[in-house]
């Protein structure tokens, strides 16, 4: 599986922001999705993950009731809608699949390229 992230870019706090991450292969489906970031000067971290059919959600509690996480199985893309971003957002964003739904980045065996997303106050 090859991903493709894209849809980062400048915002100010408060916008809005929709990242796509875009999947070849025909079996896009059976691989967990997961979107993590990271700031400049800090770790990887998880920030949201949908299963296989895109039936069960989860997020980091950083951008729980922000972010919102789905998948189209039928595009082979996943989205992230990011809305009232903060500075703190800011960061590069990586799409991941795998087969195991978890926050673990160790699991997923594939990444994207990643997205810049910057978000001024």
């Known amino acids: 599986v090859q991903l493709q992230a894209s849809g980062g870019g400048l915002a100010q706090s408060g916008d809005s922001l929709r990242l796509s991450c875009a999947a070849s292969?025909?079996?896009?489906?059976?691989?967990?999705v997961a979107w993590f970031r990271q700031a400049p000067g800090k770790k990887r971290e998880h920030v949201a993950l949908?299963?296989?059919?895109?039936?069960?959600?989860y997020y980091a509690d950083s951008v729980k009731g922000r972010f919102t996480i789905s998948r189209d199985n039928a595009k082979n893309t996943v989205y992230l809608q990011m809305n009232s971003l903060k500075p703190e957002d800011t960061a590069v964003y990586y799409c991941?699949?795998?087969?195991?739904?978890?926050?673990?980045?160790?699991?997923?065996?594939?990444w994207g390229q990643g997205t810049l997303v910057t978000v001024s106050s």
């Open positions: 949908t299963t296989q059919t895109g039936g069960s959600t």
């Open positions: 991941a699949a795998g087969m195991s739904s978890t926050t673990n980045s160790q699991a997923y065996a594939y």
């Open positions: 292969g025909r079996t896009f489906s059976t691989y967990a």
